[in-house]
């Protein structure tokens, strides 16, 4: 398993160690399967944003910038972009 998907997992639980005891903890008066139904909901939002937004981004820059030039490189080296997005 690759280190990244490692790191995801760990960061992962730990937020919902710390977060989810503090939010249980705080005892509002809120619907406690309304916050499940609100976390379950956002869940699938992120995979959806990377490949309706940064993949078609990624592509407009290649073909603007060209996919080795310096300034390509360092933006996709800060979005911990894998050699191979494309597949």
């Given at each position: 398993m690759?280190g990244?998907?490692?790191?995801?997992?760990?960061?992962t639980?730990f937020a919902v160690?710390?977060?989810?005891?503090?939010i249980h903890k705080?005892?509002?008066?809120a619907n406690e399967?309304?916050l499940l139904?609100?976390a379950?909901?956002?869940?699938?939002?992120q995979?959806?944003v990377?490949?309706?937004?940064?993949?078609p981004?990624?592509?407009?820059?290649?073909?603007r910038?060209?996919?080795?030039?310096t300034?390509?490189?360092?933006l996709?080296?800060?979005w911990?972009?894998?050699?191979n997005?494309?597949?």
């Amino acid at each position: 398993m690759s280190g990244i998907y490692v790191a995801a997992i760990v960061t992962t639980g730990f937020a919902v160690a710390v977060f989810g005891s503090l939010i249980h903890k705080l005892r509002l008066p809120a619907n406690e399967w309304l916050l499940l139904g609100a976390a379950v909901l956002v869940l699938p939002l992120q995979p959806l944003v990377f490949y309706w937004l940064r993949v078609p981004l990624d592509h407009w820059l290649v073909a603007r910038l060209g996919s080795a030039s310096t300034s390509y490189q360092w933006l996709i080296s800060h979005w911990h972009w894998t050699k191979n997005r494309n597949a």
